[in-house]
């Protein structure tokens, strides 16, 4: 199983998200609950992540949408 956002496949618990249920990661599944999984979100421990283009925190995904 891997996460349909940030393509991990470690995480404590799977979560409901657009593509149904248990298709995205813990970190990524509290993110869209809540209306905040972005594309340039990802947990930093995903192996999609690339720290110019991503960011675990919602502020600095802002700031990125800003420029």
């Avoid at 496949?9 to 990661?25: D, E, N, V």
């Avoid at 905040?36 to 979100?41: A, K, V």
């Amino acid at each position: 199983r891997k996460c349909s956002h940030c393509q991990t496949q470690k995480t404590p618990q799977w979560r409901a998200g657009p593509l149904g249920p248990k298709t995205l990661c813990n970190a990524c599944g509290v993110r869209f609950k809540s209306g905040r999984l972005l594309p340039e979100y990802r947990p930093a421990g995903s192996p999609s992540f690339v720290s110019d283009k991503h960011s675990n925190s919602h502020r600095k995904v802002l700031e990125m949408r800003r420029q």
